[in-house]
């Protein structure tokens, strides 16, 4: 594990191949803004990393010796300063990357994209926002729910008020935040509010995390092709 100084938008880079490890810390490093304080070559060490270094951001390779880049993950998510975590991954429709989605990463990334994709995408991520369009979100999460249903966890929700259980309902079902409050006849800013009460009741991170609950716990119900 290599480290830097702090400055920015700390970020750590696990992928197992050499090449793809040093293309994408070198391409981060061009960024005034971006730190690379470390790389690693399987999940394991980026675990040992992350909690040496405490970056911000994590660009996490699922599939890697060891470690998984899904494992790697859960065990960031346990840790008191955990960063978040965006995935790379071949598929977007790939069941890693529900399964990592599901272990806390706060989204992902195709290995194939932009330069200026992946700045926007780190940036936003690191600023605690949906890397993901709430659609595309939902549509991800839904198929896999699907395709491998899980029994809903009873009270898992049962702290929210019901006004915070419909927008999570709507959240879930791929609504941004003034679609939510149209349909709720409220303001922006109120939805905001309630989403950050979600969160923090269920002890999620973001909006990516409160779709897999919402579906995990029967609230929201995939829909049959």
Known sequence: MTAGPRAGIRLVVADDHEVVRAGYAGLLATQSDFTVVGTARDGAEAVRGCREQSPDVVLMDVRMPVMDGIEATARLRGGVTAPRVL??????????????????????????????????????????EALLAPAVTRRLIAEFARLRPRAPA?????????????????????LSNPEIAERLGVGEETVKTHVSRILSKLGLRDRTQAVVRAYESGLVVPRLP
């Open 87 to 128: 995935v790379l991954t071949t598929f977007d429709l790939d069941e890693h990357v529900y399964d990592a989605l599901a272990a806390g990463a706060s989204g992902f990334l195709l290995k194939d994209v932009t330069a200026e994709r992946l700045f926007e995408a780190v940036r936003v991520v690191a600023a605690g």
């Open 154 to 174: 009873p009270g898992t929700l049962s702290g929210l008020t019901p006004r915070e259980t419909d927008v999570l309902r709507l959240l879930a079902e791929g």
